[in-house]
């Protein structure tokens, strides 16, 4: 079974871009959640998608934002980069159920750098 | 309040010794579940093991085990006979089951940089 995918894996923008970042969860999984990980703050949570719906959303500015398809692939998008974006951004893939066992598997994470 | 405390920024551990990682938390809900990840410096999040709040044993995963402590609110990891690849951050982990916001969310520490020595 394949884990969890993102791509890119690196990449490195200037200040006032936008950048989209992609996940591709485990398959089966209706769940995705992303993590924003930097060393001054941890990990920190962005939002959580469950069947094309946002479920959960974490204490970010509006430039942050995110949408999910009907295949469960997600998208996170930041507009309007600012230095402080710069960090590894983790994508979690679950089945979604309502328990707290609900398992997170993550992917490799893209690493974002703004200049 | 934080949610899950990690007071060990780093630890140091001979290979094939065993080692403790603390972990503390914060929750109300009856419900929930706690999760340890291993972090190697490539990034990846690599999941260890999950103790939920009404388990009656200790999880344990080969050479991985949660020493749960409810009363006092504390998951430990123990490491069993450490190997050099274990080096890596470890991460504790909290979400908090039932209905509502926070479905979905973990909560993170700010983990224990383990280094394994030869």
């Known amino acids: 079974k394949a884990g969890v995918t993102q791509t890119p894996r690196y990449l490195i923008k200037t200040r006032g871009q936008q950048v989209t970042l992609s996940c591709s969860p485990i398959?089966?999984?209706?769940?995705v959640s992303w993590y924003q990980q930097t060393p001054g703050q941890g990990l920190q949570f962005l939002f959580e998608y469950f069947s094309e719906t946002q479920r959960n959303k974490g204490n970010f500015p509006g430039r942050f934002s995110g949408r999910q398809f009907s295949n469960s692939r997600s998208e996170m998008n930041v507009s309007t980069l600012e230095l402080g974006d710069s960090a590894l951004y983790l994508c979690a893939s679950s089945s979604g159920g309502s328990g707290s066992n609900d398992e997170q598997y993550f992917g490799p994470g893209t690493r974002l750098t703004v200049t | 309040a934080q949610k899950i405390t990690q007071t060990q920024p780093g630890m140091f551990v001979q290979e094939k010794e065993a080692v403790t990682l603390d972990c503390t938390y914060d929750?109300?809900?009856?419900?929930?579940?706690l999760f340890w990840y291993k972090q190697p410096s490539s990034g990846e999040m690599i999941f260890l093991i999950y103790?939920?709040?009404?388990?009656?044993q200790n999880a344990t995963e080969g050479r991985y085990s949660l020493n749960f402590q409810k009363a006092r609110k504390s998951a430990n990891l123990v490491i069993s006979a450490s190997q050099l690849g274990d080096s890596a951050m470890y991460f504790c982990?909290?979400?908090?089951?039932?209905?509502?916001?926070?479905?979905?969310?973990?909560?993170f520490g700010r983990g224990t940089q383990l280094t394994v020595w030869p």
């Open positions: 398959s089966g999984h209706r769940s």
């Open positions: 982990a909290m979400r908090e089951g039932g209905r509502g916001s926070t479905l979905g969310r973990l909560y």
């Open positions: 929750t109300s809900d009856p419900s929930y579940g």
């Open positions: 103790q939920g709040s009404y388990d009656q």
